[in-house]
Structures are given as structure tokens and as C-alpha cells.
């Protein structure tokens, strides 16, 4: 465990703490946060999507960190906490939260989305909500490098051009592409 514990705050020098992340500011209205699950931290690092449902409201199909709207009188980190164990069926109790990243403002939506990074054991099973995950999808950050590829994409009839990154044939763009970006920038400079 000591190795663990040693690795982990390492981890956690290169991100800001929790309390840090949330006095910066972002456009968005509605507070929301999201869990970025990592695990093999630091030999082979890797991360934790959701792929949504493709016949949701919002975000329909997008590949995301589980995460969503801060409920009343809730901590930001317990939403995020929350939200992945209510999405994927991960237990609180199995993340080591080590840091957060600055909150980021989606456009379409007007959130005010706080990342917080945890380290989960490798090789966890998940269980996707049927309500709201189609799968759960798991990729080392390597191979996200090697997939960045910055693309032109139209969105509501909007050209954009966007950092992008493939997993398993499915693209991340938007707001889990900055958040994956911001995440790259501080642990691999």
C-alpha cells in the first residue's frame, strides 16, 4: 500500500485539490461534476467513459465521464461520487479521490461541469444503468493520445473545429474532450 499511497499523492501534486478547483470560474449556469476514474496510475494509465444512450434528451450517444447536475444542497464532489455510482455501479467506497481539474462550461447546455479525478482499481466491472448507459468503455491514456486528432465537426448545423479523441470507433468531443485535454496538460506536460 505503500507504493499505492506514494504514487497517488504524486498523482495528486499534479492536479489541484478539490477546494482549489472550485473557486475558479467557468461559463455555465448549472452546476454539474463529473468522476474521472482512473486506474493504473502510474505504470498504464487509463480512464473510464460512458457511451450514452443514443435515444436520451441530452447528450444522446456522446461518450462522457459519468457525472451530471449537482442536486440541492449537495457537495460537488458527492455529485460526482453520486452520479458514477449511480451510472456505472461504482461504489464510492472503491475511488480514491486525488485531485480535481478546473471546471470547464459547456456552450449548448450551460453547465458549469468540476471534474474530479479518482483512482479506481484496475480491472473493476461496471454496471451500466440501462436507463441511461448503453456501455462503459475503458481505454489506456496512451491510445487516447495516439487517437487525438483535432476535426471539423458540425453541430446544429455549426461548424466547428474541435479537439477530438477516438475510443473503440467512438468519438470524444465537446466538454469530456477539453476535460481529457486539461487532464493530459498537467500529468503528461
Not at 27 to 43: K, N
Not at 55 to 72: V, W
Not at 126 to 132: Q, S, V
Not at 133 to 138: G, K, R, T
Request: aromatic share 6%; proline share 7%; net charge negative.
Amino acid at each position: 500500500m505503500a507504493e499505492s499511497s506514494r504514487s497517488s499523492s504524486e498523482l495528486s501534486e499534479l492536479l489541484l485539490t478539490p477546494a482549489d478547483a472550485e473557486q475558479l470560474d467557468a461559463h455555465g449556469r448549472t452546476e454539474a461534476a463529473v468522476l474521472v476514474p482512473m486506474h493504473g496510475w502510474p505504470d498504464n494509465p487509463g480512464l473510464v467513459f460512458t457511451e450514452r444512450r443514443s435515444d436520451l434528451k441530452r447528450h444522446a450517444g456522446e461518450i462522457s465521464f459519468p457525472g451530471g447536475r449537482r442536486d440541492e444542497g449537495e457537495e460537488l464532489l458527492d455529485t460526482a461520487l453520486r452520479e458514477a455510482h449511480e451510472e456505472i455501479g461504482l461504489s464510492p467506497e472503491r475511488v480514491e479521490v486525488v485531485g480535481a481539474l478546473p471546471p470547464i462550461g459547456t456552450f449548448v447546455t450551460n453547465y458549469k461541469v468540476h471534474p474530479f479525478v479518482g483512482l479506481i482499481d484496475e480491472g473493476m466491472s461496471f454496471t451500466p444503468n440501462p436507463t441511461e448507459v448503453e456501455s462503459v468503455l475503458v481505454a489506456s491514456l496512451d491510445d487516447l493520445e495516439a487517437a487525438y486528432e483535432k476535426r471539423r465537426l458540425v453541430r446544429r448545423g455549426v461548424p466547428i473545429k474541435t479537439d477530438t479523441y477516438l475510443i473503440a470507433d467512438n468519438l470524444i468531443w465537446g466538454a469530456t474532450a477539453r476535460i481529457l485535454a486539461l487532464l493530459l496538460e498537467r500529468i503528461r506536460p
